[in-house]
């Protein structure tokens, strides 16, 4: 049986449960993450047989066993209701099983850092023979090199050192029980069985399971969707936790989801996905304003139709000089049905109550918008040196 940690207690709310990554525990890797988020869920962990707070295996698993396993703690701790998920690595893998042996109680999930298919089977074979011969510590360098961004373990050794104290702890025996499990993992031909909504976050600098490896799960599944974080490796949820949290809350919160739904078809998914990859400590609470008032309670209001608050977004922004969003929502008034010839008679308007210049400076922005958006999108930053710059 799999040992549950508590990260928020909330028995009136949606159940959120937390999968670890193989040779950590569940606290040691997500409980600074868990403290981040906003949104109101019951959060509970799970640690690996062996690893954490979890007994050693009493004999060997597969990744559907510990599937069954948390369907089993969430049905003991919300019997008969859907739960969200989220997980990393091995964790991630489990989500996948989850969709889809039990696609009637998972509501959505995060999968982080992991893959369809994780390495080779003769990889995960090869390691788990290395720690049956020479004992856990054998791994620990190499785990060092594969876990962390480079230079993380320099600037933030206290959480680094933590993680590694879980490895250092795990039951050797449990670990090469969980390399076998991930040796025998493969459902990248049953991605398109999962129905549920999934965000795949990717550490830029991930070694074991690469962008590659989440931009597949977000490709294979019906409603996937992917984000890259710059300065993570493999453990996204300690490396990041402040993102990785807001990722979750747009994710699992109905209101930020709601938010983050507009926002993505109004400005397009490459911009938006940008932006939110680009999110720092710092940005994340206006982010969140953005999202959840701008985009679900403003944009989303019956009384009038987007093009018609394009219009009105247009003048304001050209009114007030904002000319680092101009273009973007130039974009997305094109979206929201705005014709090129629309847009223009808007602009000409602008120079009349607006004044030239500022319709002047609107039109050359438009004509190169309008002339190839698809270079201009690609070529407009996700995230400026001010914190207004983009998140609107």
């Given at each position: ?103 009637e109680r998972v509501t959505g999930a995060v999968l982080l850092c992991t893959g369809a298919r994780i390495g080779t ?164 609470d206006f982010q969140d304003l953005i999202t959840r008032y701008a985009w679900n309670e403003i944009w989303t209001r ?70 190839d958006p698809a270079t201009e999108a690609a070529a407009t930053p996700a995230t400026g040196t001010t914190a207004v710059?983009?998140?609107?």
């Amino acid at each position: 049986m799999l040992t549950a940690t508590t990260f928020v207690e909330a028995a009136d709310r949606p159940l959120l449960l937390l999968g670890p990554s193989v040779g950590t525990s569940v606290e040691a890797l997500w409980a600074r993450c868990a403290g981040r988020l906003y949104g109101r869920y019951h959060v509970v962990g799970w640690d690996l047989p062996g690893q954490g707070r979890s007994a050693p295996a009493t004999g060997p698993f597969t990744v559907a066993d510990l599937a069954a396993e948390v369907l089993a703690l969430a049905e003991r701790i919300r019997p008969g209701e859907a739960f969200g998920y989220a997980g990393d690595s091995l964790g991630g893998a489990v989500g996948l099983q989850l969709l889809l042996d039990a696609p009637e109680r998972v509501t959505g999930a995060v999968l982080l850092c992991t893959g369809a298919r994780i390495g080779t089977a003769q990889m995960w074979h090869d390691r788990a023979n290395l720690v049956r011969a020479e004992g856990i510590g054998a791994v620990v360098d190499g785990s060092r090199d594969r876990w962390f961004a480079p230079g993380f373990a320099g600037r933030q050794p206290e959480i680094a050192e933590v993680l590694l104290d879980a490895l250092r702890g795990t039951h050797p025996e449990s670990y090469a029980r969980s390399c076998e499990a991930l040796a025998e993992f493969d459902v990248r031909d049953r991605l398109a069985e999962i129905a549920a909504p999934v965000l795949a976050v990717a550490g830029a600098h991930d070694k074991p399971t690469p962008p590659d490896s989440l931009q597949a799960i977000a490709d294979g599944v019906l409603h996937g969707r992917l984000v890259v974080l710059d300065g993570v490796a493999h453990l996204a949820p300690a490396e990041n936790p402040e993102v990785v949290a807001f990722l979750l809350d747009q994710h699992f919160d109905e209101v930020r989801a709601a938010g983050i739904a507009v926002r993505r078809e109004v400005l397009g998914p490459a911009h938006v996905d940008r932006a939110t990859a680009g999110t720092t400590a710092f940005t994340r609470d206006f982010q969140d304003l953005i999202t959840r008032y701008a985009w679900n309670e403003i944009w989303t209001r019956p009384g009038l139709e987007r093009r018609d608050r394009s219009l009105i977004t247009l003048t304001a922004l050209i009114a007030l000089g904002h000319d680092e969003e101009l273009a973007m929502h130039v974009r997305a008034a094109r979206t929201n049905g705005l014709s090129d010839d629309e847009i223009k008679e808007l602009i000409l308007q602008t120079a009349i109550y607006c004044g030239v210049p500022a319709a002047n400076t609107a039109f050359r922005i438009a004509q190169r918008v309008l002339s190839d958006p698809a270079t201009e999108a690609a070529a407009t930053p996700a995230t400026g040196t001010t914190a207004v710059e983009e998140p609107k």
